[in-house]
């Protein structure tokens, strides 16, 4: 079926200032971690591409290796890109894609050299069809690589026209702070932090927020809904179609852990009481702090990714219910 976008698609998104760049990101992006693979059913995932940009997400988060197969995501995303995003359309959106994880055999599949990531950039290019991508990352730190390599290459992507802009994920606050200083040297700025956050993993709260803040750098956390344990997913057991029921799911059945689901149960009182979904009020915690430009989150079905659209309506709380959460986390 052929897809016409909704003109109503810029009317409800809350569009934030990216750090101190001119890019404005959608407070909620949609990342193609699961669900968008050759092993996924593919109209499934476009539907949920289409559902996302037809409610102003304009952000569409990738890395080389996701899938299963790894570059499958890609793939898919290059398929959905040609069938329903053709000619200007590709303007209105922000792709980003990574590398620094296993990719392919041998010494330059993974990591952060120079041959490594130009490497990559070319093949993630060809498997979406695109000329360039807005966002360039590096996945994870390399600590056998001089991160002034790194950033360089970085750097290179852009001069060489194939990013727009860059960015750093999984790296610690040092280790950001390091990096942010020589991209700034080699006239790339950061643009963006990728940090694992959630009401359950909260490191960045020591030291990494206050660094990009210092520094102009925007935020988007990912999994921040824990995979899907911050939500009803595994409120009364693991369902079948769940990602940690799935072979190719990264979230491990063990994970769903009865001390988990105590902290779960709880919080989802405390959504309930503020007439939100879980989802809901895992993201809107996250987006109630200015220094959060966007939350990535996953979705694997179009009802999922509306449930957490709504989010939007109500992201303030008061001071009890701060309190409240912090004791169920504690
Ligand atoms: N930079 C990195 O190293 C890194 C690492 C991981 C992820 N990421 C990025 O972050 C993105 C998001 O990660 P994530 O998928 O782990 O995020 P997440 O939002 O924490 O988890 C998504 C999962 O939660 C469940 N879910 C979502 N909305 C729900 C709702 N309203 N009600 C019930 N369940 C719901 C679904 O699980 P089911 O599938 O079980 O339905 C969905 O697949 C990735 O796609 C990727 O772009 C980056």
Avoid at 200 to 225: H, M
Avoid at 244 to 259: D, I, M, P, R, Y
Avoid at 286 to 291: F, N, S, V
């Amino acid at each position: 079926m052929s897809y016409l976008p909704s003109p109503e698609r810029y009317s409800s998104m809350k569009y934030n200032r990216c750090g101190t760049s001119g890019l404005l990101l959608p407070a909620i992006s949609l990342g193609l971690w699961h669900n968008f693979g050759s092993v996924d059913a593919f109209e499934n995932g476009r539907s949920i591409i289409r559902r996302a940009f037809d409610s102003g997400i304009t952000h569409f988060d990738l890395a080389n290796n996701y899938g299963p197969l790894p570059g499958s995501a890609e793939e898919n995303f290059g398929t959905v890109l040609k069938k329903d995003f053709p000619g200007n359309l590709r303007d209105e959106l922000i792709i980003s894609t990574k590398a620094g994880y296993l990719m392919w055999p041998g010494p330059y599949g993974e990591w952060g050299s120079r041959k490594y990531l130009i490497a990559s950039l070319n093949q993630s290019l060809k498997r979406m069809g695109l000329d360039y991508v807005d966002i360039f990352y590096s996945h994870r730190p390399d600590p056998n690589t001089p991160v002034e390599e790194t950033m360089t290459a970085l750097d290179a992507a852009v001069r060489q026209g194939k990013a727009l802009y860059v960015g750093l994920s999984n790296y610690s606050a040092e280790q950001t702070e390091k990096a942010i200083r020589i991209l700034k040297s080699l006239g790339t700025p950061c643009l963006i932090h990728q940090p694992k956050y959630s009401m359950f993993e909260r490191w960045v709260e020591g030291g990494l927020l206050d660094v990009l803040e210092k520094n102009g750098v925007g935020c988007i956390p990912f999994s921040p809904l824990a995979q899907g344990l911050l939500t009803d997913r595994y409120l009364k057991g693991i369902p079948e179609d769940s990602r940690a029921a799935k072979a190719t799911g990264f979230l491990q059945k063990s994970e769903v852990t009865e001390e988990k689901l105590d902290k779960v149960k709880k919080l989802n009182e405390i959504a309930r009481g503020r007439g939100q979904s879980l989802a809901q009020m895992a993201l809107s915690w996250l987006l109630r702090d200015g220094r959060i430009t966007s939350v990535l989150i996953g979705a694997s079905s179009v009802q999922q990714l509306d449930n957490n659209l709504e989010t939007l309506r109500n992201i303030n709380y008061t001071k009890e219910e701060l309190a409240a959460i912090e004791k169920v986390l504690k």
